[in-house]
């Protein structure tokens, strides 16, 4: 089983409505991180948030983590058009690990 | 962006045969990754290189083979590919940030059928 896991697994919003998408995960961690992939490309990085931080920001994103309870969620602001992609969470596993898991990521749809 | 190129991009090929992956970075980061995405498992880590000739097993290494003679290098070996290794591949490159694994940055994508 995985590390980490998104939910909702498909999300549809209006422009210019709020998204948010959570991330559980199982094991102690150092950092979480957030990515987005656009069909048929890459992930790319959108924040890193450490396990002793409980809130980062980013221009219209808004991160959370919570390790009493291993969750995490990522709140995007006034959504656009552009923000139409996946979404995944990403996890090491603690301690010394070098490992990067991910979930099975979160679809969002934002329809203009 | 990251100077990171996965070949080739593309690539048919017949159960059975061997097949390598390659993944070359201009960045001189220590880790390197390869991770399979596959509809309804997201990504999943297949090895990972914490520097030359210094690799490890991840989620779901069988069947695979990866080697790191080089910095800028790390090849993904399907010795004798079966169609459950269709997929597309992504390569991914790190380095520290405060002590532990930063963000990564990917490639492109190479995207393998086995017929």
């Known amino acids: 089983s995985q590390q980490g896991e998104e939910d909702p697994q498909a999300l549809s919003i209006q422009e210019g409505e709020n998204a948010t998408m959570n991330c559980s995960y199982k094991t102690s961690i150092n950092n979480l991180q957030w990515y987005r992939q656009n069909s048929g490309r890459g992930l790319v990085h959108l924040i890193l948030i450490r396990s002793n931080e409980r809130e980062k920001h980013s221009g219209r994103l808004r991160v959370t983590l919570d390790t009493s309870k291993k969750s995490s969620s990522l709140l995007i602001t006034a959504s656009r058009a552009a923000d139409t992609a996946s979404y995944f969470c990403a996890t090491d596993l603690g301690g010394g690990s070098e490992k990067l898991v991910f979930g099975k990521g979160t679809k969002l749809t934002v329809n203009p | 962006d990251a100077g990171i190129t996965q070949s080739p991009r593309h690539k048919v090929t017949e159960t059975g045969t061997p097949v390598t992956l390659r993944c070359h970075q201009t960045?001189?980061?220590?880790?390197m990754y390869w991770y399979r995405q596959d509809p309804g498992h997201g990504l999943r880590l297949i090895h990972y290189s914490y520097g030359v000739k210094d690799t490890d097993k991840g989620e779901v290494s069988d069947g695979y083979s990866v080697s790191r003679s080089k910095t800028e290098d790390f090849l993904l070996t399907l010795e004798s590919a079966t169609s459950s290794q269709t997929s597309v591949y992504f390569c991914a490159i790190s380095d520290l940030t405060s002590g532990k694994v930063g963000e990564l940055f990917f490639g492109e994508g190479s995207r393998l059928t086995v017929l």
């Open positions: 960045e001189n980061h220590r880790y």
